[in-house]
């Protein structure tokens, strides 16, 4: 399975930035698709993610501001980011879970930068 996450770039405080990650390869026994982000000088930190059912969780830092969502049939999943705020600038990377439900991702895209400037 390959990630390829991009959509990033720079948006002022308050703005909005849609993340999309495409997959592709042998998907079908992927479970959860994730978003993880890393801030300058943190640990990489799950933000949100979607399981193949639909349900959804995500990072109390994000809750009613930011939404995953997937489309099976073109293998797209993507994160509407909204009200951003500077403490979420950071490297996005998005990643799937194989065979299971909770865990550490199992494939990884190569990330996208979002810098929210004040």
């Known amino acids: 399975v390959q990630l390829q996450a991009f959509g990033g770039g720079l948006v002022h405080v308050g703005g909005s930035l849609r993340l999309s990650c495409a997959a592709s390869?042998?998907?079908?026994?992927?479970?959860?698709m994730t978003w993880y982000r890393q801030a300058p000088g943190k640990q990489r930190e799950l933000v949100a993610m979607?399981?193949?059912?639909?349900?959804?969780n995500y990072a109390d830092a994000v809750k009613g501001r930011f939404t995953i969502s997937r489309d099976s049939v073109k293998k797209m999943v993507y994160l509407q980011m909204n009200s951003l705020k500077p403490e979420g600038t950071a490297v996005y990377y998005c990643?799937?879970?194989?065979?299971?439900?909770?865990?550490?991702?199992?494939?990884w895209g190569q990330g996208t930068l979002v810098t929210v400037s004040s």
């Open positions: 990643a799937a879970l194989q065979n299971k439900g909770w865990g550490p991702p199992d494939y």
């Open positions: 390869g042998s998907s079908f026994s992927i479970n959860v």
């Open positions: 979607i399981r193949s059912g639909g349900s959804t």
